[in-house]
């Protein structure tokens, strides 16, 4: 297996992986969702490189090991989305996109300028963007809501364990695999929600790249709705695994990496 490699791309924390074999021609970059960073894709950046695909992880800025902590309440969804373009061009080659959550709009928001051979969704924010998930919050949390909505820190939102076990993971997760996961939590942009709420949300009609898009079944952020819809917009049908929102984490990872690769060997890349 090989190593992974950790480097910094304009200040931006990218983990690497290379292919054990000889590279298919279109190396992937993995996007994470609100809360996370290239950690996240500690199953899928080997088990796509195993399979022949150079493997790429960013850390979005303000996450994990990029820089920007301190400017992080207030980064845009369009800042995200230079992040993802920078990384690209630093790639050399235009790579698959892979969006989890969150990522999966600013993966959105990028093609709407820039087309790429294929891009996969993985339970993310649904074109229509945040307001179910918000409502959802507000009658379930409202106090947690408030507090997040009041000091516009929404590390509230996720800073229990208890509080990310609900929102990301199944029930029988175990509970040092919880444990070692809300470690790595961190903040994430009070801005970002405002944009995914209304004010920068995505425009699927100006997309014109093929697009996988996948769901979770026990899903308590989107769901299979939402993600049916999201497929919709695209012009596909949505595919669900019987898991939860962090599909590459949960234990049934490995079934939703085949499905990828699955994909993306259908389309040659």
Not at 17 to 22: A, F, I, T, Y
Not at 225 to 253: C, Q, R
Request: hydrophobic share 40%.
């Amino acid at each position: 297996m090989s190593q992974q490699i950790v480097k910094k791309i304009n200040k931006l924390e990218v983990i690497k992986q290379e292919s054990v074999s000889d590279p298919k021609p279109t190396p992937i970059l993995f996007i994470h969702g609100a809360w996370h960073g290239a950690w996240c894709w500690e199953n899928f950046l080997p088990y796509f490189a195993e399979r022949g695909y150079n493997s790429y992880a960013v850390s979005l800025r303000g996450h994990a090991g990029s820089e920007g902590h301190n400017k992080l309440r207030w980064s845009s969804v369009n800042d995200y989305v230079q992040d993802v373009a920078s990384v690209v061009d630093s790639i050399g080659v235009p790579p698959i996109l892979v969006g989890h959550s969150m990522g999966g709009a600013v993966v959105q928001k990028y093609l709407e300028k820039t087309d790429c051979k294929g891009a996969v969704l993985l339970a993310s924010v649904p074109p229509f963007g945040l307001i179910n998930f918000i409502l959802k919050l507000i009658l379930k949390h409202p106090l947690l809501y408030l507090k997040s909505v009041i000091t516009t820190n929404l590390y509230h939102v996720v800073s229990s364990e208890k509080l990310v076990k609900e929102f990301c993971f199944s029930e029988d997760i175990a509970p040092e695999k919880l444990s070692r996961y809300f470690k790595e939590i961190g903040g994430e942009s009070f801005r970002v929600l405002i944009d995914l709420l209304f004010l920068n949300l995505p425009n699927p009609r100006k997309v014109n790249t093929p697009i996988l898009v996948l769901g979770a079944e026990q899903d308590k952020i989107f769901t299979m709705s939402e993600v049916g819809k999201t497929a919709a917009a695209y012009n596909t049908t949505a595919e669900f695994f019987p898991i939860a929102h962090d599909m590459m984490l949960e234990e049934g990872w490995q079934g939703v990496a085949d499905r990828m690769i699955d994909w993306l060997q259908n389309r040659q890349t």
